[in-house]
Structures are given as structure tokens and as C-alpha cells.
């Protein structure tokens, strides 16, 4: 895979001082097309051995190129705060908008070579970890985004020479360090994963470019005029966006039997049993997100339903049970103009929790399948994907320690249209019910096709959702409760809470009553018998004696 990065390839002086003006006169003008065109990202990575010249490579890109519409990012070993959240995190936040170049020194594949060569990642766990990666770069590409990987590569032989010149000269001594010789000690088990990791992620939309990087000219001018031809070729590419689904077909539901049509909606709760159990699952909650066990964990919790199911009034009862501090709602509506320059992932990427707190959706990523789908605002292409990507979204959050609970909150026609009409007639709730609520019921068909579809194809084992019948707001805030607690426990691996022991005399004095309210009722019968009373009378009063 290397061998023709080590063929001594050379620039004499001549030649590079003839190019170099024109590709940079080059790189400008396309650099102005891209940001006008603002229709994509670049996104370039640079990787390869040390001492190849990755950074000398940073340099004259920022030289040739205009730096108002570049940017570049180094990663290191992680922070704390990096730590605390998916590792994929920090590299979601560098993704430059579209019309930018970014530049990644050092990328998602560095810490896994640097794993694999010092033994702590097994092959199989590398192999899944490039496969995640691949589908990664799959969805930026399949966002718009140009994604150019170099990997500058040097021999053996090379790299001992290169870091002896750097060390010699006392202007540069300082970047050759004890880790640089010994990572040179390690030169052909690098070899060895690189080769690997280059087959296994050069992909038709993301391929590697390997570059010798023996002399410094030779690199610099073929990764400028890459990037260039790539830019150029990419811009009078006038083809329509990809139209075709790349998913399988969604199997049609041939006896009209789905997991919205299989709900009991007649579930409710009496305030009687509603005020104790809401105060039961409260204090459970308080409890555990205050548990040692939960700083090292994150919670995301997802709420999506029908208008006017009660999203807003279960987040209610959620946070009177937490400390503002650890939590944050984040609402979400049309995206912004900052969004709508990134992938669709990234304003819900920004936002994830770091270990030991809260973050709770109100509407979620799963808008691209739900409202876009069903009102056109994306291809069939785009929503079909997306079940993938949100479902890798998900695990990456899972496998970093936190904890997704996805909820659907669903109600009938009848009582919608009866809270739509209460809201209209209530002053302090008419900000709730738009023009856009009552045109959605109009589609309520091919939304409840959407939200099947959603459930059969992203309720996996680490994220399931949870359906919540709500058509009774008091049965549905103790679902919910119940749910995030019951889950809360399974994951910190917590006993389940423990119903409260009713004292001996509570009891006594409840059979007491029961016994007392029975009398009563005897009492009544007899008395309305002898005088003739009507059923229902005698229900009445036996009713008001309990």
C-alpha cells in the first residue's frame, strides 16, 4: 500500500517556484467560490507518521490560502471535559459550516492506532471501531460535505533521518522528543495497523490519499493542488443531490395492526392514587440522580408525541424533582441558520451532558423522520438514512456511559381536538396552539404511518422508547416517572425501590374504617328498605357514607 510513497518523489526549486504562484492564486479563487457557493464543508484531514511534515503541510495551507475562511484543529489526549462525553464529541464540534475549510490535525483515527499498537484494543474491537467510523464519514458525506484524507508517509530509513535533521537544528530541537524516538521503535507495527485502517476506511466518498513525504516540496504542492482539484470538481458538479432511498422498503402493515393502534387509551389514574404515586416517583428520582453511581453516568431524555399530548407538563413533574443545576431543557423548532450550515446531527451533537447530568429534549433528532418526512422537507434519501445514523448517534452516547430514554406520548383524535379547543379558549395557554396544529391533524395519517415506522426501526436495546398512552395527563406523568426511574436503577444496577411499609396501627385503623363504612352501608339499606327508597338513592347514600 506504500510502496509508491516510497519512490523518492522530488521537486527541484525551478518547478516550485512556478507552481507555487499559480496554486495559490488557485486556491484563493476557489476559496471565494466555496464561501459564496456555501453549499458544502471541506473537511481535510492530516495524518501520517512523525516527523513527516504535517504540521510544516498546515503551515503553507494557511500561507497559500485565505485563513478568514480556514480553520484548524489539533487534537490531543482528551480533557476531562472531553472525556465526560461520547468521544466523538469534541471532533462533532470541529465540523467547520458549510462554505469553510477545516482542517484536523490528528482526527478520529488517532487514538485507536495509538490503542491498537500499544495492545489495549483487540483486532475486532479496532475492526468495529472502523466500521463506526466509515458509517461516520458515510453520513458527513452524504450531508454534502467534502472529505479529503491525507496520509503522509515516510520509510523507515526516512523517518530516522527526518527527525535526526529536525533535532540538529536548533530552531526546530524543540518538536523531536523521547516519545518521537520511541515512537520510531514501533515504525512497522504502525505500519502494520495503518496499512489496515487505510484498507479497511478508504472508502468511494472518503478515500485516503497516501503522500511521501520525503521532501518537502513534492508534499506541499500535491496536497495543495488535491485540495484544489478536489474543491474545483466538486463545485461545477451541477448534479441533483442524491434521490434515490438507500434504505430497504418499509414492509406495509397488511392487517392494519401496529404498536399505535394496539394501545389501551382508556389507561387512567384517580387523583387519589395520582397525588401519592406522583410523590412516590419524584422522591425515587431525587434520589437517584443525588447517588454517587450517577456521576459517572449521563441522561438524555427524549420526549416526541402528538400535539398537545403532555410533553411539557411531564417535563414539568421531571424537574421539580432534580436540582436546576444538574439539568438543562433544550426545545427544539426549525433550525437556525448556524444548524442549518452543519450536518443534521449537529445542533443536538452540541448539546450532549457531560457525567452526573441532564438534558432533556423537548421534540428531538427524530424530526428528520417525523415532520420532514411527512411535510417534504427533506428527500426520501435523506429520511430513509437517517434511521442509521440516529440509531449510531445512540450507541455512541450509550457507550460513552450515558443513559437514552426515548418517550412517544400519544393520544386520540377526540381528545386532541378537545385540548386544541381548551387552549383556544384559555388566555395563558392560546401561545400553545398555532395555525400548524390544526393543519398537522389534517395529516394525521401519514404521521401515525412516520411514528410506526420510527419505533420498528430505532427502538434498539440500549435506546428503546416507551410509549406512553395519554390521554389521561395523570396515568402519563407516572408512566414516565416510573420509567426513568425503573431504567435509572437497571443501569446503575440499583435494587428497584421498595414499597413503603404501612405501620401496624395504620392498618388497624383501616380495616377499622372499612369495617365502619360497611356498617353504615347495612345501615342505610334497611332503613331505605322499609321505607321503600329507589336503587339509585341507596347507591347515592352509601356512596356519600364512604
Known sequence: MFESAELGHKIDKATYREEVPKLRAALLEVQGQLSENGSFPVIVLISGVDGSGKGETINVLYEWMDPRFLSTHAFYAPTAEEKARPSMWRYWRALPPKGRVGIFSGSWYSAPIAERISGEMSRSAFDQRMDELNRFEAMLVNEGALVLKFWIHLSKDAQRQRLTDIEANPLTKWRVTKASWDRLKTYDKLQEVAGHLLRTTSTPGAPWIIVEGTDDRYRSLTVGKTILEAVQQRLADKRPPQSAPVAPALSPRIDGLDVLSALDMSQSLPKSVYSPELAKWQGRLAELTRHPEFRKRALILAFEGSDAAGK????????????????????????????????????????????????????????????????????????????????????????????????????????????????????????????????????????????????????????????????????????????????????????????????????????????????????????AASKGGEPEALDAKAEAAE
Open 312 to 527: 411539557g407538563g411531564a417535563i414539568r413533574r421531571i424537574i421539580s424533582a432534580m436540582d436546576a443545576r444538574q439539568y438543562q431543557i433544550i426545545p427544539i423548532a426549525a433550525p437556525t441558520e448556524e444548524e442549518r450550515a452543519q450536518p443534521y446531527l449537529w445542533r443536538f451533537w452540541r448539546h450532549m451532558p457531560r457525567r452526573g447530568r441532564v438534558v432533556i429534549f423537548d421534540r428531538t433528532w427524530y424530526g428528520r423522520v417525523l415532520v420532514e418526512r411527512v411535510e417534504g422537507f427533506c428527500s426520501e434519501a435523506d429520511w430513509q438514512r437517517a434511521y442509521a445514523e440516529i440509531n449510531d448517534f445512540e450507541h455512541d452516547i450509550f457507550h460513552a456511559g450515558g443513559i437514552v430514554i426515548k418517550f412517544w406520548l400519544q393520544i386520540t383524535d377526540e381528545e386532541q381536538l378537545q385540548r386544541f379547543e381548551q387552549r383556544a379558549e384559555v388566555e395563558h395557554k392560546r401561545f400553545k396552539i398555532t395555525e400548524e396544529d390544526w393543519r398537522n391533524r389534517d395529516k394525521a395519517g401519514p404521521y401515525h404511518e412516520a411514528v410506526c415506522d420510527m419505533m420498528d426501526r430505532t427502538s434498539s436495546g440500549t435506546a428503546p422508547w416507551t410509549i406512553v398512552e395519554a390521554n389521561d395527563k395523570y396515568f402519563a406523568r407516572v408512566k414516565v416517572l416510573q420509567t426513568i426511574c425503573e431504567r435509572i436503577e437497571k443501569e446503575l444496577k440499583l435494587a428497584p425501590m421498595k414499597e413503603p411499609k404501612v405501620p401496624k396501627v395504620a392498618k388497624a385503623a383501616k380495616a377499622a374504617k372499612v369495617e365502619k363504612v360497611k356498617e353504615v352501608k347495612e345501615v342505610i339499606e334497611v332503613k
